[in-house]
Every structure is written in structure tokens, then in C-alpha cells.
């Protein structure tokens, strides 16, 4: 076929143009971030389309994530002119396994309908095998076995591959487990996510003749973000393209953060010996980020020594400097980032305004998610999350649901039908068509016509049985749920004074709502459908009913929560309409976005406890390419932020900024100015401020050398702020502003007058606990 004309050429430099017209043979980019080798091999796929070289079904590409294959796709078609028609084998690893591993499935043991198991269910099935050994769970938990299995699996070993210098793990039987654990998953036809690739890798390695047929199917391979496989799946790619060993990966050694999954940065930097003769093309060019934003990134990473060393520049415009700026605790660090993405978009600063599809949010731990989501659900900010666990729309979650909507609301047909035959009831299509038919003729609810239905004898027998105890039921449920009565005095007048608040009750004084739903789910027979269920998924829904369950207490009444989700899962679905987006730094790999808010830079967060804790730096470099990727997202403009409290885990812990700030390169960093320390805004309102026992932990933020460094160069800065304004606030730079006469206070000895000072060290006649020296940092300006 002759080839159309190749515009999408014109669009490349020509280290990138060089990449793609090399069309046979092993091709290697390895290259900084933003320099456009995801979209050289996006044209890459275009050019062996246009050329005739290969059908879209013959190509088979890698990506990260499943929203990378998607862009992936349309960018082909948007290069091409015209949409492509399928290309299967354009995906993740996984995705492209369960595909292979349906299609051979009996040759390693299992049928081709098997299960995915997640992570919950795997581990509660090593649970189940550290019982049936007589091994004590609580030295040898299944969280730890999982990690060794899942370590193995990544390195394609099945268990009788496990080398013997491994057969010390998990107390000298992990070996074994982890073979009783293999053949337990082909009796349930089941397999982990580690198991989509070693099972393909096995069969591939065992069965010649299959192997061969894909080695002849997929003519061309490539790879984004080769940095981060690990040795399955680098075993998987040597296999296919052993062959004709036309593949083409792209990666970058600074951007590999998955070594806690088994990647292994060896296999890009092992590229050339692996497939002599490889093609390396180095592109130096970064397109995406502004130079302020590459130098701060590239000053951050430079700070690891096990690295290639890259150098990037741009031809951008220098614009906005980085962003540091620190908070009293996650909840006004959340509160601030929303206003300032309400200004942005209403375009403030030097820069134009921006969509909310623009701006993005990116977390180290998920677990920062829920401020940022309670925040934008309060001020109204739409957002989505990205790869966040998605738990009310679980099956179970949406059942349970579905019952408590009924219950609240007897006309919301939905969720009627949803449960009518939830578990079975022996109502089949039949009875429900009834049902509906009824409804419609007489313009009621679903649960009213199936009441005329059951009052007419429309539906007999077993499930017209089954059905009348649902509807009796549902209307007993929901005049349960009638009230709150207030607990009231023999006189009749509420209690205000004196006393916990009164509890708002249900109909029954002595029935609470999260009780009520407990009652739902059981008198019901929906938790017993599960607890019957065999499947290996069973337990984990049964887990999350009982989560789900916890959840209620957060709120006053079953309305007052499935309003919430409803809120939440809302904003979740539809992709219409722009939202910002708030996933981990992990799920933003190979993403840009002009707007980048990376918050909760603090020591134990970022970088991560784990990773402090390790001895020897590995852990700390990953964290630090972490670092890396997330300031590289950033198109125009990158604001860091932390704060000196966070809700950890249900407990308020005092944190320190992050030491990656400490090596962020100063001239292309702006600090601003913390609305809460110098009074400006909601300081005092935070109920934190008043907590005394909080105040050291503000202190050691402010009082950490990165923080100092930032202020003293920070020409932003008010430095004349009256103290009266500040009074709920300690104000820490202003140490040096004490003077002698000073009125202070001290969170531990109260009130008293400054009579020296001493470095950081004050000297203080205190009103009652007589004359101490005290460090200045636990002192607070007293205005009394
Ligand atoms: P990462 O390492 O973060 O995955 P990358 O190297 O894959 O980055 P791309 O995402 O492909 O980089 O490109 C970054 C940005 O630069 C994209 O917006 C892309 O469209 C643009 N870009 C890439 N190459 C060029 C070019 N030759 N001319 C103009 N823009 C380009
Ligand atoms: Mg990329």
C-alpha cells in the first residue's frame, strides 16, 4: 500500500523522528521526563500503520495504566485522521495477560472463566493455609507470606522454581505454603494478579508451539515506561519479541518507582546488551514544564547518586516559580488548596485562567484523599479520583445500599428492584414484569404494586410467600426509621444544660440507625446469602458489609449517609463536565497537567516512614524519583505544600517538612505565606489553635532548618505584623522580636515577663513557676 502522507512526522525533532522511522529492530528511548517519548511512540504505532508494516490487531503496545492505553488510542487516531479500528493488544501488562491466559487457561491448570482475585481475597486464602499448617498467624501473619508469594510471582518463579537460597523465607516454610497456595487457586479456578503474568510466562516458556504463534501475530512491540518492570514481565517481552526483536521501549531510569513491586531498573539500563545492536535514542528537549519547574525538579533528583545523570532544557518561557507554602494541619492545607483553585479559575496571578480539567492533585498516600474530597464536596468543587479505591460502588456496597434507599424512601423503584429478588426469592422475570405492569397501571411505587400484586393473588406460591415477608418488612424497617425523637425531661423541655447532648432516636427509642441497617442486612437474608456464598470473594463482601455498616455512625440517620454517597458517587461517574483530579503520585506516571498541587510534603509521608526507616538509601532514592515525577506533571504551575499536623490513621501526629524540600533549588522557589500564622484568614478559627499541646508541633515546623532557609530568603513575607492579631497563633520567626518586658506565655509554666535572651533560649520571671530559662519555640506572645 502506498503511505498516506505523514504529518505527524512534522511534528517530531529529529532524535524523536529518528526513533520512529527506525521501524525494524530493537529501538531503546531513554530519556528525561517530558521529552516526548511517549509521544514518539504513539507516532511510532502511527507510522507502522501508515506504512502497511503492520494491522492494528499485530501491534502489540504496553502501558502503564489503563487511562494511558485509552489516550493512547485516540491520540493514534487523532495523528492517523481516522479512528482506528481496534487494536486489542494495546494495554497494560495485565490487561494483555488475562487476555492470553483466557485463551490457553487449560494449559496451566485452570478453565478459561477463572477468577481475578484482589488483594483481600488473597490474603484471607494464605490466612486459611497458615490455619490448615498449625502455623501462629501472629508471628508468621499472611500479610508478610502474600509479600514473599507476590515477590516470587514478579520474578516468575513458579514454586518449583523458587531457588534454594530463598528456602529460609517465612520460617522455612514459604515454599510450601506457596505451593499449597497455587494448588488451592485451581481448585477455586482462581488466580492472583501476580499469576496473569507468571502463568502466561510459564505457558509461553513450556508450550513452543504457542509461543511461536505469537511471536508470528505481534510483528512489533513496544514499551512505555520500560523503567518499571519487573522480571516477569521482562522475561514476558524477551520471549515474544526473541525473534524478530522488533521492540521499541522507552523509559527513563529517574522516573522508576514501582521497586517495591519488583521492578527493576536493570532491565532499561541492560537494554543494549540484551538485544545487540539496539538503537539508543537520548532526547534532551522537555516540552512539557516550564524552566522554573525543571530546574527545582531536576535539583531534587539530582540529589541521588544511583542515576545516569540527564540533562533537560526547554525553550518555554521561564514563568511561574515553584510554590512552597506551609499549614497548620491537612484540613486548612485541603481548605487552601480549594480556594486557591477557585481563584485560579477565575485566572489570578500572572497567569491566564485555567479548567478545572487542567488542575491536578497529586497525594503520596490515598489516604490524603479524604480532606481534599470533603473539602470539594463542601465548597461544591467538582473532582474526580482517579484509581482510588471506589468502595460504595462495590457490589455489596450498592446492595446494601439498595436496601437501606428502599427502607428510607418506600418509591425509589431502583433500588426496589435492585433487592426484590436479592437473594433469590424465587421471583423470577415473570413475577417482577407483574409487578411492574401493576405499578405503572395504577401509578404507584414498585413496593405498592406488589402489594395490589399480592392482594389480587397475582403472585402465589413460594415467591409469592418470599415477597409478601419483603414488603411487610420493608414497611416495618421504615417506620423504624420514623423520628429522630429527641430524648426529652418528665417536663417535657429538652435538656440543654448539664450533660452529653441528647442522642436523636429512631421510632423505637431504643433502636439507633446503624443497628437498624445491622437489622436490614440480616433480617433480610442478605447477609446470609454471602455467608452461604463458597466463592472465594465471599468473606471479603462480608468484610466490607460489616465496614459499610461503621461507616453509618459518621452520620445522624440512614438519609443523612446515602445523601453522602449518593454526593460521592455522583461526582465519581459521568465524565461530562470538568473536574479536578486527585490520584497518587504513582497513578500520575506518564500524565501532564498545567495545574500541579502536590501536598503533604512532610518526613514519614513523603518520603514515607518505610523508606526512612530502611538502612541504606534505596528506598529514600525511590521516594526521591517520586518527588521527581510529581514536579515533573507540572506544566506552567507546581505548588508543594505541608502541614504541621496530620491526622494520621485516626491520631493527630506533629509533622516535619519534607527534606526533599530542604533540597529544592532556591531560585526557582517562591515561598508563600501561611494564611493561618500571621492572622491572616481563619488562623484563630482553627479549633486546633487552641489545643496547647499542638502548639510544640507547630513550633518544630516552623522552627525546622528547610522551613528557616525558605523564610529568610522569602522576601514575601510580612515582617511587622502587630502581635495582637496573632494572639491565638505562636509565632516563631518573631523570636528574635521578643524583648525584654515582653509579656509571654509558656504552655507548661503560664504566664510571665522576658527578661534575657539567650540564642534560641529565653530567660522568664513566670508569674507562678519563678525565674527558668526556656526554649523560645514553647513560648507564645501573651497579650493578657
Ligand atoms: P514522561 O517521562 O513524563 O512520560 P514523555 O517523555 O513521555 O514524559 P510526552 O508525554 O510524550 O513526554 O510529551 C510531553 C509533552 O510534550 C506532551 O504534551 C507532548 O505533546 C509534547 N511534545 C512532545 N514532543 C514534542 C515535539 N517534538 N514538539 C512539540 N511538543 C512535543
Ligand atoms: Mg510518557
Same mark, same amino acid.
Given at each position: 500500500i502506498a503511505a498516506r502522507p505523514a504529518p505527524y512526522l512534522d511534528e517530531l525533532n529529529p532524535a524523536q523522528r529518528a526513533a520512529v522511522e527506525a521501524l525494524d529492530g530493537p529501538v531503546l528511548m531513554l530519556a528525561g521526563a517530558g521529552t516526548g517519548k511517549t509521544k514518539a511512540l504513539t507516532a511510532r504505532i502511527v507510522h507502522l500503520l501508515n506504512t502497511g508494516r503492520a494491522q492494528p490487531n499485530e501491534i502489540l503496545s504496553v502501558t502503564f495504566t489503563n487511562k494511558a492505553a485509552r489516550e493512547m488510542k485516540d491520540r493514534v487516531g487523532r495523528m492517523l485522521g481516522q479512528a482506528v479500528e481496534g487494536m486489542p493488544w494495546l494495554g497494560t501488562f495485565h490487561a494483555i495477560c488475562v487476555k492470553l491466559l483466557r485463551r490457553h487457561a487449560e494449559l496451566v491448570g485452570l478453565k478459561s472463566n477463572f477468577t481475578i482475585l484482589d488483594t483481600d481475597d488473597q490474603i484471607r486464602l494464605l490466612k486459611q493455609l497458615i490455619a490448615a499448617n498449625n502455623i501462629d498467624d501472629k508471628r508468621w501473619p499472611a500479610r508478610q507470606l502474600a509479600g514473599i508469594i507476590d515477590h516470587w510471582k514478579n520474578r516468575a518463579w513458579t514454586p518449583a522454581q523458587v531457588p534454594g537460597s530463598e528456602a529460609g523465607a517465612f520460617n522455612n516454610r514459604g515454599t510450601e505454603l506457596y505451593d499449597q497456595y497455587q494448588t488451592r487457586l485451581r481448585e477455586l479456578n482462581a488466580v492472583d494478579f501476580g499469576d496473569l503474568l507468571l502463568h502466561v510466562v510459564t505457558i509461553f516458556q513450556t508450550h513452543e508451539d504457542v509461543l511461536a504463534q505469537y511471536r508470528r501475530w505481534f510483528k512489533y512491540i513496544l514499551v512505555d515506561e520500560y523503567q518499571d518492570t519487573n522480571v516477569a514481565q521482562y522475561l514476558w517481552l524477551r520471549l515474544l519479541a526473541g525473534e524478530h526483536k522488533n521492540i521499541c521501549c522507552v523509559g527513563d531510569d529517574d522516573q522508576s518507582i514501582y521497586g517495591w513491586r519488583g521492578a527493576e531498573v536493570g532491565n532499561i539500563l541492560r537494554f543494549e546488551a540484551d538485544f545487540p545492536g539496539a538503537q539508543v535514542v537520548r532526547l534532551e528537549q522537555n516540552y512539557r514544564s516550564t524552566p522554573h519547574i525543571l530546574a527545582a525538579a531536576s535539583g531534587v533528583i +539530582?540529589?541521588? *547518586?544511583d542515576r545516569l545523570g540527564k540533562t533537560l532544557w526547554t525553550e +518555554? *518561557? $521561564?514563568? *511561574?516559580k515553584l510554590r512552597l507554602i506551609g499549614h497548620w494541619d491537612g484540613e486548612e492545607e485541603a481548605r487552601w488548596i480549594g480556594e486557591e483553585i477557585e481563584a485560579l479559575q477565575r485566572g489570578t496571578r500572572r497567569l491566564p485562567p485555567f479548567d478545572l480539567d487542567q488542575i491536578a492533585i497529586l497525594v503520596r +498516600? $490515598?489516604?490524603?484523599m479524604r480532606a481534599f474530597e470533603d473539602r470539594f464536596l463542601t465548597i461544591g468543587l467538582p473532582y474526580r479520583v482517579i484509581g482510588g479505591p471506589r468502595f460504595y460502588e462495590r457490589l455489596e456496597s450498592r446492595d446494601a445500599m439498595a436496601y437501606f434507599r428502599v427502607v428510607v424512601s418506600p418509591d425509589d423503584d431502583l433500588a426496589f428492584e435492585r433487592i426484590v429478588n436479592t437473594p433469590k426469592r424465587g421471583l423470577g422475570d415473570k413475577a417482577q414484569q407483574t409487578i411492574q405492569g401493576i405499578a405503572r397501571a395504577n401509578g404507584v411505587s414498585l413496593v405498592d404494586g406488589a402489594r395490589i400484586a399480592l392482594a389480587n393473588g397475582d403472585i402465589k406460591g413460594k415467591g409469592g410467600a418470599a415477597l409478601r415477608q419483603l414488603v411487610d418488612d420493608l414497611a416495618r424497617w421504615h417506620d423504624l426509621t420514623r423520628g429522630p425523637l429527641l430524648a426529652f425531661d418528665e417536663d417535657d423541655t429538652a435538656v440543654i444544660d448539664d450533660g452529653p447532648a441528647p442522642q436523636p432516636r429512631f421510632g423505637d427509642p431504643d433502636l439507633n440507625h446503624v443497628e437498624l441497617a445491622q437489622i436490614i442486612l440480616d433480617e433480610s437474608g442478605y447477609t446470609a446469602m454471602w455467608q452461604n456464598d463458597k466463592s472465594p470473594e465471599a468473606p471479603g463482601r462480608l468484610e466490607n458489609l460489616k465496614e459499610l455498616v461503621k461507616a453509618l455512625e459518621q452520620f445522624d440517620n440512614l438519609s443523612g449517609f446515602l445523601e453522602h454517597v449518593a454526593l460521592i458517587m455522583d461526582n465519581a461517574q459521568g465524565d461530562d463536565g470538568a473536574k479536578v483530579s486527585i490520584m497518587t503520585l504513582h497513578a500520575a506516571k506518564g500524565l501532564e497537567f498545567p495545574v500541579v498541587f502536590l501536598p503533604g510534603w512532610e518526613d514519614g509521608l513523603f518520603p514515607s516512614q518505610r523508606s526512612m526507616d530502611e538502612t541504606g538509601l534505596k528506598g529514600l532514592e525511590e521516594e526521591r524519583r517520586l518527588a521527581y515525577v510529581g514536579i515533573t506533571r507540572a506544566e506552567q504551575l507546581c505548588t508543594i505544600s505541608f502541614a504541621g499536623n496530620r491526622r494520621v490513621f485516626g491520631q493527630w501526629q506533629s509533622q516535619l517538612p519534607s527534606r526533599f524540600i530542604d533540597e529544592?533549588? *532556591?531560585?526557582?522557589v517562591e515561598v508563600l505565606t501561611p494564611p493561618g500564622l500571621y492572622g491572616g484568614g481563619y488562623g484563630a478559627a482553627?479549633?486546633?489553635?487552641?489545643?496547647l499541646e499542638t502548639r510544640a508541633s507547630e513550633a518544630n515546623v516552623y522552627n525546622s532548618p528547610g522551613w528557616k532557609r525558605m523564610q529568610d530568603r522569602s522576601s514575601a513575607r510580612p515582617q511587622s505584623q502587630s502581635r495582637e492579631s496573632r494572639n491565638t497563633v505562636i509565632d516563631l520567626k518573631a523570636v528574635s522580636a521578643y524583648t525584654v518586658g515582653d509579656r509571654v506565655f509558656h504552655q507548661k509554666f503560664g504566664y510571665g515577663a522576658v527578661l534575657g535572651i539567650e540564642g534560641d533560649k529565653l530567660e522568664i520571671d513566670f508569674d507562678k513557676a519563678g525565674i527558668k530559662k526556656v526554649v523560645a519555640r514553647f513560648i507564645t506572645g501573651a497579650d493578657d
Amino acid at each position: 500500500i502506498a503511505a498516506r502522507p505523514a504529518p505527524y512526522l512534522d511534528e517530531l525533532n529529529p532524535a524523536q523522528r529518528a526513533a520512529v522511522e527506525a521501524l525494524d529492530g530493537p529501538v531503546l528511548m531513554l530519556a528525561g521526563a517530558g521529552t516526548g517519548k511517549t509521544k514518539a511512540l504513539t507516532a511510532r504505532i502511527v507510522h507502522l500503520l501508515n506504512t502497511g508494516r503492520a494491522q492494528p490487531n499485530e501491534i502489540l503496545s504496553v502501558t502503564f495504566t489503563n487511562k494511558a492505553a485509552r489516550e493512547m488510542k485516540d491520540r493514534v487516531g487523532r495523528m492517523l485522521g481516522q479512528a482506528v479500528e481496534g487494536m486489542p493488544w494495546l494495554g497494560t501488562f495485565h490487561a494483555i495477560c488475562v487476555k492470553l491466559l483466557r485463551r490457553h487457561a487449560e494449559l496451566v491448570g485452570l478453565k478459561s472463566n477463572f477468577t481475578i482475585l484482589d488483594t483481600d481475597d488473597q490474603i484471607r486464602l494464605l490466612k486459611q493455609l497458615i490455619a490448615a499448617n498449625n502455623i501462629d498467624d501472629k508471628r508468621w501473619p499472611a500479610r508478610q507470606l502474600a509479600g514473599i508469594i507476590d515477590h516470587w510471582k514478579n520474578r516468575a518463579w513458579t514454586p518449583a522454581q523458587v531457588p534454594g537460597s530463598e528456602a529460609g523465607a517465612f520460617n522455612n516454610r514459604g515454599t510450601e505454603l506457596y505451593d499449597q497456595y497455587q494448588t488451592r487457586l485451581r481448585e477455586l479456578n482462581a488466580v492472583d494478579f501476580g499469576d496473569l503474568l507468571l502463568h502466561v510466562v510459564t505457558i509461553f516458556q513450556t508450550h513452543e508451539d504457542v509461543l511461536a504463534q505469537y511471536r508470528r501475530w505481534f510483528k512489533y512491540i513496544l514499551v512505555d515506561e520500560y523503567q518499571d518492570t519487573n522480571v516477569a514481565q521482562y522475561l514476558w517481552l524477551r520471549l515474544l519479541a526473541g525473534e524478530h526483536k522488533n521492540i521499541c521501549c522507552v523509559g527513563d531510569d529517574d522516573q522508576s518507582i514501582y521497586g517495591w513491586r519488583g521492578a527493576e531498573v536493570g532491565n532499561i539500563l541492560r537494554f543494549e546488551a540484551d538485544f545487540p545492536g539496539a538503537q539508543v535514542v537520548r532526547l534532551e528537549q522537555n516540552y512539557r514544564s516550564t524552566p522554573h519547574i525543571l530546574a527545582a525538579a531536576s535539583g531534587v533528583i +539530582a540529589g541521588n *547518586e544511583d542515576r545516569l545523570g540527564k540533562t533537560l532544557w526547554t525553550e +518555554a *518561557e $521561564s514563568g *511561574e516559580k515553584l510554590r512552597l507554602i506551609g499549614h497548620w494541619d491537612g484540613e486548612e492545607e485541603a481548605r487552601w488548596i480549594g480556594e486557591e483553585i477557585e481563584a485560579l479559575q477565575r485566572g489570578t496571578r500572572r497567569l491566564p485562567p485555567f479548567d478545572l480539567d487542567q488542575i491536578a492533585i497529586l497525594v503520596r +498516600a $490515598s489516604h490524603q484523599m479524604r480532606a481534599f474530597e470533603d473539602r470539594f464536596l463542601t465548597i461544591g468543587l467538582p473532582y474526580r479520583v482517579i484509581g482510588g479505591p471506589r468502595f460504595y460502588e462495590r457490589l455489596e456496597s450498592r446492595d446494601a445500599m439498595a436496601y437501606f434507599r428502599v427502607v428510607v424512601s418506600p418509591d425509589d423503584d431502583l433500588a426496589f428492584e435492585r433487592i426484590v429478588n436479592t437473594p433469590k426469592r424465587g421471583l423470577g422475570d415473570k413475577a417482577q414484569q407483574t409487578i411492574q405492569g401493576i405499578a405503572r397501571a395504577n401509578g404507584v411505587s414498585l413496593v405498592d404494586g406488589a402489594r395490589i400484586a399480592l392482594a389480587n393473588g397475582d403472585i402465589k406460591g413460594k415467591g409469592g410467600a418470599a415477597l409478601r415477608q419483603l414488603v411487610d418488612d420493608l414497611a416495618r424497617w421504615h417506620d423504624l426509621t420514623r423520628g429522630p425523637l429527641l430524648a426529652f425531661d418528665e417536663d417535657d423541655t429538652a435538656v440543654i444544660d448539664d450533660g452529653p447532648a441528647p442522642q436523636p432516636r429512631f421510632g423505637d427509642p431504643d433502636l439507633n440507625h446503624v443497628e437498624l441497617a445491622q437489622i436490614i442486612l440480616d433480617e433480610s437474608g442478605y447477609t446470609a446469602m454471602w455467608q452461604n456464598d463458597k466463592s472465594p470473594e465471599a468473606p471479603g463482601r462480608l468484610e466490607n458489609l460489616k465496614e459499610l455498616v461503621k461507616a453509618l455512625e459518621q452520620f445522624d440517620n440512614l438519609s443523612g449517609f446515602l445523601e453522602h454517597v449518593a454526593l460521592i458517587m455522583d461526582n465519581a461517574q459521568g465524565d461530562d463536565g470538568a473536574k479536578v483530579s486527585i490520584m497518587t503520585l504513582h497513578a500520575a506516571k506518564g500524565l501532564e497537567f498545567p495545574v500541579v498541587f502536590l501536598p503533604g510534603w512532610e518526613d514519614g509521608l513523603f518520603p514515607s516512614q518505610r523508606s526512612m526507616d530502611e538502612t541504606g538509601l534505596k528506598g529514600l532514592e525511590e521516594e526521591r524519583r517520586l518527588a521527581y515525577v510529581g514536579i515533573t506533571r507540572a506544566e506552567q504551575l507546581c505548588t508543594i505544600s505541608f502541614a504541621g499536623n496530620r491526622r494520621v490513621f485516626g491520631q493527630w501526629q506533629s509533622q516535619l517538612p519534607s527534606r526533599f524540600i530542604d533540597e529544592l533549588p *532556591e531560585d526557582h522557589v517562591e515561598v508563600l505565606t501561611p494564611p493561618g500564622l500571621y492572622g491572616g484568614g481563619y488562623g484563630a478559627a482553627s479549633p486546633m489553635q487552641s489545643g496547647l499541646e499542638t502548639r510544640a508541633s507547630e513550633a518544630n515546623v516552623y522552627n525546622s532548618p528547610g522551613w528557616k532557609r525558605m523564610q529568610d530568603r522569602s522576601s514575601a513575607r510580612p515582617q511587622s505584623q502587630s502581635r495582637e492579631s496573632r494572639n491565638t497563633v505562636i509565632d516563631l520567626k518573631a523570636v528574635s522580636a521578643y524583648t525584654v518586658g515582653d509579656r509571654v506565655f509558656h504552655q507548661k509554666f503560664g504566664y510571665g515577663a522576658v527578661l534575657g535572651i539567650e540564642g534560641d533560649k529565653l530567660e522568664i520571671d513566670f508569674d507562678k513557676a519563678g525565674i527558668k530559662k526556656v526554649v523560645a519555640r514553647f513560648i507564645t506572645g501573651a497579650d493578657d
